[in-house]
């Protein structure tokens, strides 16, 4: 290890202490480890000092987050989440999932601004109902990508995710003086996938077809059936879960 390295080591780790510190002081629940979450300083102003860097609005003025139809995240507030490092509890933090960035935004007290905590596949959030986990999985063109999933059903079978996104899609200028300008957006995006055993997950496209390619031909039928007599839509969450539950079942 050369000696900017073993420096950069140093600074992390005496980091790490005084935010052990800082926690403790301010009532937030820790157990900080040398091997826990590093905080980024990732902000949405950064998030939107790249759009206006990539991007310019209709009219070529930069983007402003004024002009953007719609939301970075699901939800915008923070609420007080878990992190688990392995399977260990490790703190409480006041969090939010920013579906634009895929990125765990988290503010060390109230008072602090909102800061990325560096992607782990250690690390696992619990924010409301939501479970995140950093997983590698299959995107639409057959490529392994990393990113959040929220954790549906874990199982040695089959375990289920939902990937929740927001796109950024540019706006448009008027086609004539009679059309409004179509303004920047946030597009919001729901994708499940499943996971056979061990493998990565995979795109669970909304058809019986693709869904049949996860499971053994023997227990076509009975799946079937069960979707049949439960009107299982394969877009709705609530039906997916009962429909993986089932399939978990199956001997």
Same mark, same amino acid.
Request: charged content about 25%; overall charge positive.
């Given at each position: 290890m050369n000696?900017?390295?073993?420096?950069?080591?140093l600074?992390l780790f005496n980091?790490?202490?005084?935010?052990?510190?800082?926690?403790?002081?301010?009532?937030y629940s820790?157990?900080?480890?040398?091997v826990?979450?590093?905080w980024n300083?990732?902000t949405m102003?950064a998030?939107?000092n790249?759009?206006?860097n990539r $991007?310019?609005n209709? /009219?070529? *003025?930069?983007i402003?987050l &004024?002009?953007?139809r719609g939301?970075?995240y699901f939800? +915008?507030?923070?609420?007080m989440?878990?992190v688990?490092l392995?399977?260990?509890?490790y703190?409480s933090?006041?969090?939010?999932?920013n579906?634009y960035a895929?990125?765990?935004?988290?503010?060390k007290?109230?008072?602090?601004?909102a800061?990325?905590?560096?992607?782990?596949?250690?690390?696992? $959030?619990?924010?409301? /109902?939501? *479970?995140y986990?950093l997983? &590698?999985?299959?995107?639409?063109?057959?490529?392994?990508v +990393?990113?959040?999933?929220?954790?549906?059903?874990?199982n040695?079978k089959?375990?289920?995710?939902?990937?929740k996104?927001?796109n950024f899609?540019?706006?448009?200028?008027p086609e004539t003086?009679?059309?409004?300008?179509?303004p920047p957006?946030?597009?919001?995006s729901?994708?499940y996938?499943?996971a056979?055993?061990?493998?990565?997950?995979q795109r669970?496209?909304?058809?019986k077809?693709?869904l049949m390619?996860?499971?053994?031909?023997?227990?076509h039928?009975q799946v079937k059936?069960?979707i049949?007599?439960n009107?299982v839509?394969l877009k709705?969450k609530?039906h997916?879960i009962?429909?993986i539950?089932y399939?978990?079942?199956?001997n």
């Amino acid at each position: 290890m050369n000696t900017n390295n073993i420096l950069s080591f140093l600074l992390l780790f005496n980091g790490f202490l005084s935010l052990n510190q800082s926690f403790s002081q301010e009532g937030y629940s820790s157990t900080l480890s040398s091997v826990g979450p590093i905080w980024n300083n990732t902000t949405m102003t950064a998030h939107m000092n790249e759009l206006t860097n990539r $991007f310019r609005n209709w /009219n070529g *003025k930069p983007i402003k987050l &004024s002009d953007i139809r719609g939301s970075m995240y699901f939800d +915008e507030d923070f609420i007080m989440g878990k992190v688990y490092l392995g399977d260990q509890y490790y703190g409480s933090y006041l969090m939010r999932y920013n579906a634009y960035a895929d990125e765990m935004e988290a503010k060390k007290t109230e008072k602090h601004e909102a800061e990325a905590i560096s992607k782990s596949t250690r690390l696992t $959030f619990e924010i409301g /109902n939501e *479970k995140y986990v950093l997983k &590698s999985f299959v995107d639409n063109e057959k490529n392994f990508v +990393e990113g959040y999933l929220s954790e549906l059903i874990s199982n040695d079978k089959y375990s289920l995710y939902h990937k929740k996104t927001k796109n950024f899609k540019e706006g448009k200028k008027p086609e004539t003086s009679y059309h409004e300008p179509v303004p920047p957006q946030f597009l919001t995006s729901n994708t499940y996938y499943i996971a056979v055993g061990e493998k990565n997950p995979q795109r669970l496209k909304n058809s019986k077809k693709a869904l049949m390619e996860f499971i053994p031909k023997e227990n076509h039928g009975q799946v079937k059936k069960f979707i049949k007599e439960n009107n299982v839509s394969l877009k709705e969450k609530e039906h997916l879960i009962k429909l993986i539950d089932y399939v978990n079942s199956i001997n």
